[in-house]
């Protein structure tokens, strides 16, 4: 385990919650309210496939300007909440600051924009991260494999040599498509399990030994599959 790379979203910050004070004031705004169903399939997913979803469920024409323009409030009403502090996950400063004193390097890799996910950092602390890499950054953000590949190739390493911490489908998807090994930490929605996933009920658990132990067994089952 050369890396570590890390989702902020649900993994790092519970930040899911205050995606949903935004989400639920966009669709008051067209007096619509959102599904359980709609909120459970939207974690972890880019802002535009999120406002393609919106749209189609309130009965919206997706109308490219109106979708951007939509994207942008919901950026903004949302980086008014991430200035009022982030509340960490259960384990997950604890284990950050671990990591930095053993001097693993650490990437963050979100679907968030980048002036949004700035905001975040003000909060999380950029210190913690060689690199950091976002959704509007890359050619596809999550599922597609493109954020955990740009933040190997910045860290100059191979992605099977990085373990991905991720709490949701879409972004265990991303990472495992990658080809990194993958630690799951379900928030609020359960995410299947997989040969390249383990999972763990909460980051408070674990040490960096911990970490070590997951990505071993990954990758030792990964290359007896293949031997």
């Known amino acids: 385990m050369r890396a570590v790379l890390w989702d902020m979203d649900g993994t790092l910050v519970d930040s899911e919650k205050l995606w949903d004070v935004s989400l639920s004031a966009l669709y008051a705004s067209h007096g619509a309210s959102m599904s359980r169903e709609t909120r459970t399939a939207l974690v972890g997913a880019s802002a ?5 979803t919106v749209y189609s469920e309130i009965g919206l024409e997706p109308d490219p300007v109106a979708m951007a323009e939509s994207i942008r409030w919901l ?12 509340p960490w996950c259960p384990g997950a400063r604890e284990m ?9 390097p650490m990437a963050l890799v979100t679907n968030t924009a980048r002036p949004l996910a700035e905001r975040a950092l003000n909060s999380i602390g950029r210190h913690y991260f060689s690199i950091t890499v976002c959704g509007d950054e890359v050619p596809s953000g999550k599922p597609a494999p493109d954020p955990y590949l740009r933040a190997a190739e910045l860290l100059d390493l191979d992605p099977s040599d990085c373990l991905a911490v991720e709490d949701s ?12 090994a993958v630690l799951v930490v379900p928030n609020d929605v359960p995410v299947p399990g997989g040969l390249r996933r383990r999972h763990v009920r909460s980051l408070a658990d674990l040490d960096v030994d911990g970490l070590r132990r997951i990505y071993a067994e990954i990758d030792r089952e990964l290359r007896e599959r293949t031997a």
């Open 169 to 180: 489908v879409t972004g265990t998807a991303a990472a495992e498509k990658a080809g990194c």
């Open 75 to 86: 950026h903004d009403h949302t980086a008014r909440l991430f200035d009022d502090g982030l």
């Open 48 to 52: 535009e496939e999120t406002m393609v």
């Open 96 to 104: 950050l600051e671990a990591l930095v004193a053993e001097r693993t």
